[in-house]
């Protein structure tokens, strides 16, 4: 077990440079792309579309970014259009974690070609995509088994996240929230290894300031810690809505009557017909979130941001184009919370609210609610701005945004769009039962005790008087130490010999008391026998019982019914106890 948490971590830390560099590339190109689209020239220096001198012509530009991925995506990989998260959830889930490697050369490029000419998105989405494109694919290739390819998948996304934002620990727990559905060292330890390695990249390779750095926030008060966690039940209201309104759009697409492939250019229009009148919310927008977070934006630019930059967002999202969520969910929740917070200042004049702790508590707690990935919305928060003074109003309005989306959206901006295609996601992350018990838990005393010394005839008459259903029993020798199984088979043969068709204990295996249930399940499930024998953990060989795979069922269920009692108790669903006790009176009768 530690030799292949080992391999995993190196061959993650080796797949995270590599990703801190393909980072930079997708930044490097979405500038060139955009000082190109906008401004005519061959240049790598950073610069957004607001700059632009185009007028009407500045329509046409998200068009045709457009309508090149559309075509990259009919026929190039379908898989490059969305957000990324849900596309790598999807792949864990459904296809053992197998990403097609033209996605790490599509993705990114699509992406820096959709956010450069002018689409409201992030590049944390792309290069998560790509991030995890490279883990499948090495994981492919030196081949490992399913488990371990989602770990190399989630690492590299996150690696991907972490290289771009400076934010390695918001990365791990990224990972833990959307992509593992697990928390165990053989998980964790490579991933967190990746993330770190991510993190070192950024700092190579970008910049070693906060990506979001802001003027430093003061102490938070009660009154005002109590009012930011009102804002937050309100951005919870509205992130459930955001989330909501994306597959709304989606589906509206959906019923066109021309080929997908031509939507991303319907939604370019709507990107350019926004940015003629609100150029700020065309491209990435790091810069918009570094201007919330002063607090000193014009009320004009913030609901500009608010309202506008979501419905360029939405809309080009829902077309089906290339890029990412979190960066347009920080920057509408950034400039909501300023609003709220200027707001509040307006009706309450002596009020300790601050604008710029107004602006970061909402866009943490937009996303939070949206993606319902708590943790990583409000280490994210802290890591990129380095303000520790923002961590209560961080936690209470984050909590309360995730609270309130809950209870208003079944599932989250990540999750709809598989949940959509009949793909569950787990909704918590529980320990395997079958490996917190025992063998002994299923464990039931030999129907039929069998020595080695019986003869055939003996052991038919034994049956005879004590039937039982198993093809295969154990066999001991007089001093009750296991010896082996026979199969009934044997004994029903017309020239079945006098002695016992004994199988050696050698051919077959058997389980230890202290062996937990998942050891069970994978012993029969990979032999043909039917019975199990449980032996003590001595030397002896003492046969203490006999599983079957309907003694692991009963032990699973026994505990899975005492759980659901709880959770019904508290939640007040008695639906699954209800059947349950069902099912038993319907055996009982029978």
Known sequence: MSGRVFYLSLQACLNALAIGVVAKGLVLLISLFTNLAFYGRFSFAENGPAGNQLGLFVIAVPVLGSLIVGVMARFGSKAIRGHGIPEAMENIILHQ??????????????????????????????????????????????????????????????????????????AILLAIELLLFEFS???????????????????LLFDNQPVFAMPDIPAVSDKALLTYVLMGAVIGVVAAGVSRSVYWVED??????????????????????????????????????????????????????????????????????SGGTLAPLFTIGGALGALLGAGVLHLLPGSDINIATAALIGMAAMFAGSSRALLTAIVFAL???GQTHG????????????FVSFFLMKGSIMTEKIRRRGVATPEEYTPDLLQQLSATAAMQ??????????????????LEQQPCYQAY???????????????????????????????PEKNLPYVLATDNMQTVTTILGSYPIDVLAVLDNSDH???????????????????????AKYHSAFYGNIRLLRVMARGKTILARS
């Open 383 to 385: 890591e990129t701005t």
């Open 445 to 462: 005393p030999s129907l039929v005790s069998i020595q080695e010394q019986m003869t055939s005839a003996t052991v038919s008459r034994l």
């Open 252 to 321: 509206l697409f959906e019923k066109l009557p021309i080929h997908w492939m031509w939507w991303p250019a319907i939604g370019g229009l709507a990107v350019g017909g926004i940015g003629y009148f609100a150029p700020h919310t065309m491209g990435v927008g790091y810069d918009n979130i570094k201007s919330l977070l002063t607090g000193q934006v014009p009320l004009l630019l913030i609901l500009s941001l608010c309202i506008l930059k979501y419905l360029s967002w939405v809309i080009s999202l829902g077309s089906g184009t």
């Open 541 to 563: 060989k003492q046969l203490l019982g006999v599983i079957t795979a309907a003694d692991v069922l009963a032990a699973y269920t026994r505990h899975r019914i005492k759980d």
């Open 391 to 402: 961590l209560l109003p961080l936690i209470g309005a984050c909590t309360t945004a995730y």
């Open 97 to 170: 974690s197998r990403i097609p490697p033209i996605i790490t050369l599509l993705k990114p490029l699509s992406a820096a070609i959709s956010i450069g000419t002018g689409g409201p998105f992030g590049a944390e989405g792309p290069i998560i995509a790509t991030g995890g494109a490279i883990g499948s694919f090495t994981g492919q290739v030196i081949h490992i088994s399913a488990a371990e390819r989602k770990v190399l998948l989630a690492a590299g996304a996150c690696a991907g996240m972490s290289a771009i934002f400076g934010s390695p620990l918001a």
């Open 473 to 503: 029993l154990p066999v001991t020798d007089a001093g009750g130490r296991f010896k082996g199984y026979l199969h009934r088979a044997g004994l029903a043969a017309d020239n079945a010999p006098a002695a016992l068709p004994l199988i």
């Open 185 to 203: 060292p053989r998980a964790v330890i490579p991933v967190a290894i990746a993330c770190i390695t991510g993190g070192g990249m950024h700092l």
